[in-house]
């Protein structure tokens, strides 16, 4: 599956506004991961990031979160794709799926999920709400308040570190990556 069939298939089942640019953020925050982390897969960790998420409209994970992850593999293998690490690199991103990260690509995507909305949350503070306007430092300490984005799992985003990279180094990547995309996320 390349870029634009996974869009396509993302787009069938996302109508919220909110979790398509969500989706596009993680999207671009695993592609710099994979930069740095997987040279060579880099599309392939972007449809990791971009379709994490799939069954967000699809199913109701607010009452069981059990289901969010294997509902996406469900969705995907009844639009014929049959691809095991993609199947369970979204199911990781949710350990109350079942599945515990264990791979890199596993932890990438599990830390990347909550960053980008903690990044955006950042940005929201700010006058002009870009997040041009956000810096390193600003995000560290925002992420030291536990009550600011109290709903962004922190020992999701720190658990980067399974991957051989920091958090500072996960905040970097999501501020470049979120931020070359800013006017498709609005930010």
Not at 45 to 62: K, N, R, Y
Not at 100 to 108: C, F, G
Request: charged share 25%; proline share 3%; with cysteine.
């Amino acid at each position: 599956m390349n870029r634009e069939q996974a869009h396509e298939i993302l787009m069938k089942y996302m109508k919220g506004e909110n979790y398509i640019t969500h989706s596009y953020a993680v999207e671009a925050i695993m592609r710099g991961l994979a930069k740095r982390l997987a040279p060579d897969d880099v599309e392939y960790w972007g449809i990791v990031g971009l379709l994490h998420d799939l069954d967000e409209e699809q199913c109701d994970w607010q009452h069981d979160m059990s289901v969010h992850g294997p509902t996406s593999v469900e969705i995907l293998k009844k639009e014929g794709i049959d691809d095991k690490i993609l199947f369970d690199a979204i199911c990781s991103h949710n350990p109350k799926s079942g599945m515990k990260a264990k791979t890199t690509l596993q932890y990438a995507v599990l830390a990347a999920d909550p960053m980008s909305g903690f990044v955006k949350a950042v940005a929201q503070i700010y006058p002009d709400k870009k997040i041009a306007s956000v810096k390193h430092k600003s995000v560290m300490k925002r992420f030291n308040e536990l009550r600011f984005a109290a709903g962004a799992n922190r020992d999701y985003m720190e658990a980067i570190e399974f991957t051989g990279l920091s958090l500072d180094d996960l905040i970097d990547v999501a501020l470049e990556e979120m931020g070359a995309i800013a006017d498709v996320l609005g930010l």
